[in-house]
């Protein structure tokens, strides 16, 4: 079982929509859960962390469910300029047994006019 | 947020010459450093992760020997790759932590072409 798995995707959904990722993760010693949004041949840039309480900014909405290990993102009212590739990352003793922050391998995220 | 600065941003080399990276935390001292590599239209691979003063641990399959990483102080990691050759053009992104936080910030990356 892969560390961090992740919705395939790719997603296309007009403008307006809402759009949820769902992100899981294999280690319940994990401690720390991000997402990041990732543009073409750039960088991953920070979106938010995910706390067991959930965290909400503007339009988009993270959420963590330790006990199934599962983590999501919610994105409501998407523009253009959401299109991009989200990751998931999790901070966890993962093999090797030292803390290592993993990504899922991204899910596509195309909005349209 | 925190900023990481990366240098090169892009790399041309020979196949069998070594080209070092460095990855630069500008604002926060970085505790911790991950290195990933990324091929086109995969994911993040992790490297290596190091901790300042310490040597790196490598992922299974990473071969040390290869990519040389050093963590020497707490704003500066580099990452050599040794005798370079084709298959290891790719894109290589740092990303470092600090204590204060669980965080982690990422450089710009380095898009290598060995020829």
């Known amino acids: 079982r892969k560390e961090v798995e992740q919705d395939p995707g790719p997603f296309n959904v007009p403008e307006g929509a809402t759009v949820a990722f769902n992100c899981t993760y294999s280690?319940?010693?994990?401690?720390?859960f991000f997402w990041y949004r990732q543009d073409c041949r750039k960088e991953p840039k920070l979106l938010m962390s995910?706390?067991?309480s959930g965290n909400e900014d503007g339009r988009f909405t993270a959420q963590l469910n330790r006990a199934s290990q599962y983590i999501s993102l919610l994105i409501r009212d998407s523009k253009l300029s959401d299109s991009a590739t989200y990751l998931c990352?999790?901070?966890?003793?993962?093999?090797?047994?030292?803390?290592?922050?993993?990504f899922g391998a991204g899910t596509r995220l195309a909005v349209h006019p | 947020g925190a900023v990481v600065s990366q240098h090169p941003s892009r790399v041309i080399c020979k196949s069998g010459t070594s080209v070092k990276i460095e990855c630069r935390s500008l604002?926060?001292?970085?505790?911790?450093m991950f290195w990933y590599r990324q091929f086109p239209k995969q994911s993040l691979m992790l490297m290596a992760t190091?901790?300042?003063?310490?040597?790196?641990?490598?992922e299974q399959g990473v071969e040390k020997d290869k990519f040389l990483i050093n963590h020497a102080s707490l704003t500066l990691s580099t990452l050599t790759v040794t005798s370079a050759h084709p298959e290891d053009s790719s894109f290589y992104i740092c990303?470092?932590?600090?204590?204060?936080?669980?965080?982690?910030?990422f450089g710009q990356g380095t898009r290598l072409t060995v020829v």
């Open positions: 190091s901790n300042e003063g310490s040597k790196a641990t490598y």
């Open positions: 990303s470092a932590r600090d204590r204060g936080g669980p965080e982690a910030f």
């Open positions: 990352a999790v901070i966890g003793p993962f093999s090797g047994g030292y803390n290592k922050l993993i």
């Open positions: 604002d926060f001292q970085a505790t911790t």
């Open positions: 995910v706390y067991s």
């Open positions: 280690n319940s010693a994990s401690q720390s």
